[in-house]
């Protein structure tokens, strides 16, 4: 068993990754599954955007990258034109050095692109990691989505505000996990449910408040049917303050505990262990999964991924390992950063187009390279062959960047929401860290008491107004759609900036980590478990000391009303 560099614990490569890792004629990892995690998410900045101008055309452009990285930022369009070539920042092969260190040098030199935005995009300027979109703002990680404002990892998502994992809803409001629902504020993993508030765990279900656990239910009040003149009128008495609303939140805190969750959320899927796996077959320890087949330790994977092992945030891809937003039509990727449409693509970063690269940077429409340098065929497989035996000897081969040596602010990346450290713990492992993430105090226009206390009170000029954080007084506006979404779902405006709010939901998700547990149910009239209490052991992201009654599929299901 392999041994964990990071954390010295031992952990396991199951054997169908052993086959992944052998086709690409891989040794076996050097880090466990949430070090490697770690380390690759620290190359994905989402959400801290800074402002630049474009080296080539000087035009001002906001970039993923902070100022204090040093690198050159071209806008998209300067950076796709032929205005420069990235293969005059080739170079040669060094026998004498790292090759990791030879390809980070070349990261550092070669301009990238501000943001990445690929596919049909109109109107998305303020956002980023999106494929296929149009008038998104501050969205992050945005597929095929429309009029989106502040959400993350939302896929096939209209008007939706404030939400987290959302998939094909429309006027979602402060939700996590959820999909296919309309019109709805502050559900956690709910499915197909329309007009319901505050609710976990619903399915198919319409008009419900404060509820857990319901399926094809309409005009329920915390669990409890009532009929619709009396559902109308409690909805509008919970919604007319935000007091009212707030107080709501806390009762339902307390009433959710008393019902069951599910083990995990794994749906229409054969043979898979993790969480939140939709439509897939073959996935181990996996979280996050939407339509993949044959896939260990992957996290933020959708649409048709293959035969992969240790990969994130990417869609569109076979035979790929240590790779991150490498996807879009790629086959047989390599430690790999940001790209579309490669083949036999290792150790690249923002190649787009290309075939047989080793150590290549900002690549277009090229073939055999390394180091971005060009050769003919034959060379290039005899040099590829002497570096990566020499990376082997060296333990560098499958091996990804070193974190001091990513392009990227730790506290920047996604890595600081799953594996938060302070700047003092940042700076002392020599990783980088944005002093500045660009947020203001102080200018408010308007105070924090006299934000209206109702959506119906809030006139159009807010809009206007800059407003103060009540949490950490960091200076905030109000976005017309997310106006509009609020005066839909009668809710009244947001007392915290967006980045307090978004920390707020990212507790309402869960760590990629799995529990060998047992299921807690203990309900006598379940007739399949005989003994009082049902033995059942599964893998699940809640952790022995969670306060929730944690239940197998079959407990969970009989329970569900
Ligand atoms: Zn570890
Ligand atoms: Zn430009
Ligand atoms: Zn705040
Ligand atoms: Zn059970
Ligand atoms: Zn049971």
């Known amino acids: 068993m392999p041994t964990c560099r990071d954390c010295q614990t031992e952990f396991t490569v199951e054997p169908a990754d052993k086959e992944i890792l052998a086709k690409l004629d891989l040794p076996e990892p050097q880090l466990c599954f949430e070090h490697a995690l770690q380390r690759r998410m620290s190359f994905r900045n989402e959400r801290h955007l800074y402002r630049h101008t ?134 956690t993993r709910c499915e197909k449910s329309t007009e319901c508030y505050l609710s976990r765990d619903l399915f198919n279900c319409q008009n419900c408040f404060g509820c857990v656990n319901l399926k094809h239910k309409q005009y329920y009040w915390y669990n409890e049917p009532i009929n619709k003149n009396e559902y109308e009128r409690r909805i509008k008495e919970a919604l007319s303050t935000r007091e009212n609303f707030a107080q709501h939140q806390k009762t339902f805190a307390e009433h959710e505990q008393k019902h069951p969750v599910e083990f ?69 990727v390599v430690v790999s950063w940001m790209g579309e449409k490669n083949f036999s693509a290792s150790y690249t970063s923002s190649c787009t187009n290309c075939e047989e690269l080793l150590g290549c940077v900002g690549l277009r429409n090229k073939k055999f390279c390394i180091l971005n340098k060009q050769y003919d065929e034959a060379t290039y497989h005899a040099l590829k062959k002497q570096i990566i035996d020499k990376m082997k000897a060296d333990g560098e081969w499958g091996e990804n960047l070193a974190p001091a040596l990513i392009p990227q602010n730790y506290n920047d990346s996604i890595a600081q929401e799953l594996f938060p450290l302070s700047k003092a713990e940042v700076l002392a492992k020599g990783w980088k860290w944005s002093d500045d993430q660009g947020m203001t105090r102080g200018k408010e226009t308007m105070k924090p008491e006299a934000l209206p206390n109702s959506i119906s009170a809030t006139p159009e000029s807010i809009l206007k107004e800059i407003l103060a954080c009540v949490a950490c007084q960091r200076n905030y506006r109000i976005q017309p759609k997310e106006l509009a979404v609020l005066k839909t779902l009668g809710l009244a405006l947001p007392t915290h900036c967006q980045d307090c709010r978004f920390d707020e939901r990212l507790k309402r998700y869960y760590f990629p980590r799995t529990y060998d547990r047992q299921c807690m149910c203990s309900i006598n009239s379940h007739n399949h478990h005989t003994s009082a209490t049902c033995q059942t052991t599964f893998k699940t992201t809640y952790a022995p000391n969670r306060p929730e009654k944690v239940f197998c599929s079959p407990c969970y299901q009989a329970e569900l009303r």
């Open 264 to 332: 995990a959320v794994i749906r229409n899927s054969e043979n898979a262990t993790g969480n939140s796996i939709y439509n897939s077959k073959s996935i181990r320890n996996s979280f996050g999964v939407r339509e993949g087949e044959n896939m260990g330790d992957v996290y933020r994977v959708t649409y048709d991924v293959k035969d992969s092992y240790r990969i994130n945030n990417l869609g569109i891809v076979e035979l790929a390992y240590e790779a991150i937003a490498a996807g879009l039509g790629s086959n047989k």
């Open 54 to 187: 474009c080296g080539l055309c000087d035009k001002p452009v906001l970039a993923m990258y902070a100022p204090n990285l040093g690198l050159t930022i071209y806008c998209r369009d300067c950076w796709f034109s032929d205005s420069w070539n990235p293969s005059d920042y080739g170079r040669n092969y060094d026998p004498n050095r790292s090759f990791l260190d030879q390809w980070a040098e070349l990261i550092k030199i070669t301009p990238q692109f501000n943001l990445f935005h690929v596919g049909e995009i109109e109107n998305c300027d303020y956002t980023n990691f999106t494929w296929n979109s149009k008038d998104c703002y501050l969205c992050f990680s945005c597929l095929k989505s429309e009029g989106c404002v502040y959400c993350k990892n939302n896929d096939e998502c209209r008007d939706c505000v404030d939400s987290l994992y959302i998939a094909k809803s429309e006027l979602a409001y402060d939700c996590v996990d959820i999909t296919s629902c309309y019109q709805s504020a502050w559900l």
